[in-house]
């Protein structure tokens, strides 16, 4: 199955001041259309054009690294627009949600505090995580598009800190991005469809 790119849950606009309209044409537009069109070259050199993409991404970890690169941060990218809407954010989270993060990572202050450091600390480029494994909710980091399916986990959250991602609005200020990720831009509704998917 070819590999495309999803048109934006939301117009250019909507996530300004804390993601401008210029990152979202970047990144959207050019990098993850680079993914895609360089993915499904790729996975068509390798015989792998009929796999869905997760399948191309554990298939090619360890093994074909160009068609990995590419695959992992087209469904790390997939997901990154849903996690992001208008107006989200802030710690008014789902009940089910609220429960599994007071249980498995001491609260909603303590995710936060612990997410954006793993965001902070991911040295160059990479991404900061919220995953299912063993049952659990656990909180990773990941180098450049590597992302916890190679890992085990089910992700259900994640943050892109390439600098790409916010350079335009932050320059070289990664935790106050992180911080206007987590305080106003989570879809705490599609993070909870992807918690009760992976907890199936």
Aim: net charge negative; glycine share 8%; hydrophobic share 40%.
């Amino acid at each position: 199955m070819a590999f495309e790119l999803p048109e934006l849950p939301y117009d250019y606009e909507a996530l300004a001041p804390f993601m401008s309209k210029e990152t979202l044409e970047y990144h959207h537009d050019k990098h993850h259309k680079a993914y895609v069109d360089n993915g499904n070259k790729l996975a068509a050199e390798a015989g792998m054009a009929e796999l869905s993409v997760e399948d191309v991404v554990k298939k090619s970890f360890g093994t074909n690294q160009g068609l990995f690169n590419n695959a992992a941060q087209h469904y790390n990218h997939v997901h990154f627009w849903k996690w992001m809407k208008k107006d989200g954010g802030g710690n008014k989270l789902p009940g089910k949600l609220e429960t599994a993060i007071a249980s498995d990572l001491g609260g909603y202050d303590k995710f936060k505090a612990d997410f954006i450091a793993a965001g902070t600390t991911q040295f160059g480029s990479g991404w900061a995580w919220l995953s299912v494994k063993d049952g659990k909710l656990v909180i990773s980091k990941t180098p450049n598009g590597e992302n916890p399916l190679v890992h085990g986990a089910e992700p259900i959250l994640g943050v892109d800190v390439w600098e790409h991602s916010y350079y335009i609005d932050y320059r070289n200020a990664r935790p106050k991005y992180l911080e206007a990720f987590v305080d106003s831009l989570i879809n705490w509704d599609y993070v909870l469809e992807r918690y009760e998917a992976a907890s199936k």
